[in-house]
T-cell receptor
Framework: GAVVSQHPSWVICKSGTSVKIECRSL??????MFWYRQFPKQSLMLMAT?????????EQGVEKDKFLINHASLTLSTLTVTSAHPEDSSFYIC?????????????FGPGTRLTVL | AQSVAQPEDQVNVAEGNPLTVKCTYS??????LFWYVQYPNRGLQFLLK??????LVKGSYGFEAEFNKSQTSFHLKKPSALVSDSALYFC?????????????FGTGTLLAVQP
């Protein structure tokens, strides 16, 4: 149980286009989802915390108008990278949190590799 | 400020030998502590966690970790390393008293197990 999927697993896009990444909790309901980005050989940096039905909370330095997060249901959150640029190329990982009984443990998706040309 | 430190960028160990990956933390109050493993181009896989109770926590794939409150450490250990254990390991902490359940990650330690 507690499986999180991400789609797509990798994407290549042209500079200036927008890319949407989906994060789904497959066998549980997650009121909270998190979005991270990871640069090569570096740690995960939290970008935003997403609660179902409400606006995401962005970490300091993360542009909310560039990284649009939608958490429309208890099993789906999406991250849209708008007007992507090469510096947005990164590995994006989501996680989903069970609200009770499991100490709010986070379960991570497999990640999405974004390459902006 | 909350933080997690993994002082070693890389740990090298021969197959069959014991391994230790170090982690120290700094949080207010009592923490929840986690270890995750990441294989190349993959997401994080949960290994183990400490919430309360016994200081020695046993997890997946034969790994264990010892919570030491006086030293604010949570080192990851395994009695006998396998080549397949080679991966990137992350220690993380969540402040129990925090308003959200955000995780703070260490910088990661690359474990290389030589055959």
């Amino acid at each position: 149980g507690a499986v999180v999927s991400q789609h797509p697993s990798w994407v290549i896009c042209k500079s200036g286009t927008s890319v949407k990444i989906e994060c789904r909790s497959l066998d549980f309901q997650a009121t909270t989802m998190f979005w991270y980005r990871q640069f090569p050989k570096q740690s995960l940096m939290l970008m935003a915390t997403s609660n179902e039905g409400s606006k995401a909370t962005y970490e300091q330095g993360v542009e909310k108008d560039k990284f649009l997060i939608n958490h429309a249901s208890l099993t789906l959150s999406t991250l849209t990278v708008t007007s992507a640029h090469p510096e947005d190329s990164s590995f994006y990982i989501c996680s989903a949190s069970i609200t009770s009984g499991r100490a709010n443990e986070q379960f991570f998706g497999p990640g999405t590799r974004l390459t902006v040309l | 400020a909350q933080s997690v430190a993994q002082p070693e960028d890389q740990v090298n160990v021969a197959e069959g030998n014991p391994l230790t990956v170090k982690c120290t933390y700094s949080v207010s109050g009592n923490p929840y502590l986690f270890w995750y493993v990441q294989y190349p181009n993959r997401g994080l896989q949960f290994l183990l966690k400490y919430i309360t109770g016994d200081n020695l926590v046993k997890g997946s794939y034969g790994f264990e970790a010892e919570f030491n409150k006086s030293q604010t450490s949570f080192h990851l250990k395994k009695p006998s390393a396998l080549v397949s254990d080679s991966a990137l390991y992350f220690c993380a902490v969540r402040d129990r008293g925090g308003a959200t359940n955000k995780l703070i990650f260490g910088t990661g330690t690359l474990l290389a197990v030589q055959p």
